[in-house]
T-cell receptor
Framework: DGGITQSPKYLFRKEGQNVTLSCEQN?????MYWYRQDPGQGLRLIYY???????QKGDIAEGYSVSREKKESFPLTVTSAQKNPTAFYLC????????????FGPGTRLTVL | GENVEQHPSTLSVQEGDSAVIKCTYS??????FPWYKQELGKRPQLIID?????GEKKDQRIAVTLNKTAKHFSLHITETQPEDSAVYFC??????????FGAGTRLFVKA
C-alpha cells in the first residue's frame, strides 16, 4: 500500500511541545497538502505546496509550519502556538494541476494530553 | 469567501434503497467537483468526479449530477449495500490548488 504514507499513526503531545508529522509520497506528484479533520467538519486546509521550496498558507495555518525540501516529503510541525491541536491530520498529494484527484495518506491522530 | 454546503449531515437508508447527497457551492468559477468516500478509520478516496462541461456522470451504482446555473451538484447511490456505509465528502475546485470540501454526510445502510 505505497503511494502516500504518514507517520506516526498516533501521536501524543504534552502542552507546550512542538511535534512534527511526517508525510512521504512516491507518486512523483508536485503538489502536496495538509488538512485537519475534526468531528462533524469537512477537511480544512492548513498548508499546501505547489513545488519544492515553495508553500502557501491555507485557511487555518496559525500555529503550524511546514517545509518542502524534497519533492517526496512535506512534514508538518504543530507548534505550541496552536491552541487546539487535538485532531486527525491528513496529508494529500496531486499532480501539478489542482483540478484533479487528491491522494490521501492514512492520517495521523494527534492528542494533546 | 468560497463555501460548500452539504446536506444531509446524516442519512440512514435500508439496504437496496437509493441515497442522495446534495451540495451547493458559492464560487461560480468552480469547474471540478469530486466526491470522496471515507470509511471508518481510513483515508478519503475519490469515488467519482465531474467537470463543469458535463451535466451527469455515472459509474455502476453511483452517479453525480451538476447544475451549474443553480450551483449545486448531487451524488446518487442506487441499490445501496452495507459496504456503502461511510462518510461522503463533496468538494469543488476552481482550477487552482485549493479544493473546498463540504462538511460530510454520514451514510448508514441498514441490512
Amino acid at each position: 500500500d505505497g503511494g502516500i504514507t504518514q507517520s506516526p499513526k498516533y501521536l501524543f503531545r504534552k502542552e507546550g511541545q512542538n511535534v512534527t508529522l511526517s508525510c512521504e509520497q512516491n507518486l512523483n506528484h508536485d503538489a502536496m497538502y495538509w488538512y485537519r479533520q475534526d468531528p462533524g467538519q469537512g477537511l480544512r486546509l492548513i498548508y499546501y505546496s505547489q513545488i519544492v521550496n515553495d508553500f502557501q498558507k491555507g485557511d487555518i495555518a496559525e500555529g503550524y509550519s511546514v517545509s518542502r525540501e524534497k519533492k517526496e516529503s512535506f512534514p508538518l510541525t504543530v507548534t505550541s502556538a496552536q491552541k487546539n491541536p487535538t485532531a486527525f491530520y491528513l496529508c494529500a498529494s496531486s499532480t501539478d494541476l489542482g483540478s484533479g484527484e487528491q491522494f490521501f495518506g492514512p492520517g495521523t491522530r494527534l492528542t494533546v494530553l | 469567501g468560497e463555501n460548500v454546503e452539504q446536506h444531509p449531515s446524516t442519512l440512514s437508508v435500508q439496504e437496496g434503497d437509493s441515497a442522495v447527497i446534495k451540495c451547493t457551492y458559492s464560487d461560480s468559477a468552480s469547474n471540478y467537483f469530486p466526491w470522496y468516500k471515507q470509511e471508518l478509520g481510513k483515508r478519503p478516496q475519490l469515488i467519482i468526479d465531474i467537470r463543469s462541461n458535463v451535466g451527469e456522470k455515472k459509474d455502476q451504482r453511483i452517479a453525480v449530477t451538476l447544475n451549474k446555473t443553480a450551483k449545486h451538484f448531487s451524488l446518487h447511490i442506487t441499490e445501496t449495500q452495507p459496504e456503502d456505509s461511510a462518510v461522503y465528502f463533496c468538494a469543488c475546485n476552481t482550477g487552482g490548488f485549493k479544493t473546498i470540501f463540504g462538511a460530510g454526510t454520514r451514510l448508514f445502510v441498514k441490512a
